[in-house]
């Protein structure tokens, strides 16, 4: 098992709830247990869909997801009591770094629920901020651009970044979570196998 003790500690620190897993599927089934008819919005997330979230909890939640129900369910997804996402990058030192190119998967984040999940593989950790923002800029910006064929730079090498001006470039925003947002609870979940991009 990967040593997460120290991102936990440091998350734990920042104010988040934070709960570590051995593979995805327990994880899933926490948030199958946890999750009970409430309004569930989605980010785009290569992670959760790995997971299957989104067919467990629609047995009985409502559920919002644009990968599922299209590009109207987006402002639906940023109404629901809770949401979910993943993260491009994790410092070891406790942020968490997204980039968007629509901008409901960030925004998502930030404000508008009762509770946020935050599901994030050990791929996406890194040793300190500078590397997690390296991290979503050149390594999972470009593969994203790759899966959506987008005509990009990056998309074309995936090796790096170019902060490309074409009109399909995907990342037009980047955040970084410091901290829980105030009034919205916010809870990780660390899970021991590689997940999304
Ligand atoms: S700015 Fe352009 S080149 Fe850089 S990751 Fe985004 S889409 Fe790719």
């Known amino acids: 098992m990967s040593d997460l003790t120290k991102v936990e500690k440091n998350l734990r620190d920042r104010g988040y709830t934070v709960r570590t897993f051995a593979t995805a599927a327990e994880a899933a089934a926490y948030l199958d247990a946890s999750i009970d008819g409430a309004s569930v919005g989605f980010g785009g997330s290569a992670t959760l869909k790995t997971m299957g979230v989104y067919e467990k909890l629609a047995s009985h939640n409502t559920v919002h997801w644009h990968w599922v129900g299209g590009p109207q369910e987006r402002l639906a997804a940023m109404q629901a009591d809770v949401y979910l996402s993943s993260v491009n990058a994790l410092a070891e030192t406790g942020e968490m770094v997204n980039i968007d190119g ?4 960030v925004a998502g984040t930030l404000f508008g629920h009762q509770k946020v999940y ?18 979503a800029r ?11 064929g987008a005509k ?4 074309r090498k995936q090796d790096r970044c170019y902060d490309c001006k074409s009109p399909e470039r995907v990342c037009r925003a980047m955040v970084t979570l410091w901290g829980p947002m105030m009034d919205m609870e916010t809870e990780v979940l660390l899970i021991d196998e590689d997940l999304g991009l």
């Open 118 to 135: 935050l599901v994030v593989g050990r791929n996406k950790l890194t040793a300190t901020y500078d590397e997690a923002v390296w991290r």
């Open 152 to 155: 990009t730079p990056c998309a």
């Open 102 to 105: 629509v901008g409901n998967r």
């Open 138 to 148: 050149n390594v999972a910006a470009p593969q994203r651009a790759f899966q959506l």
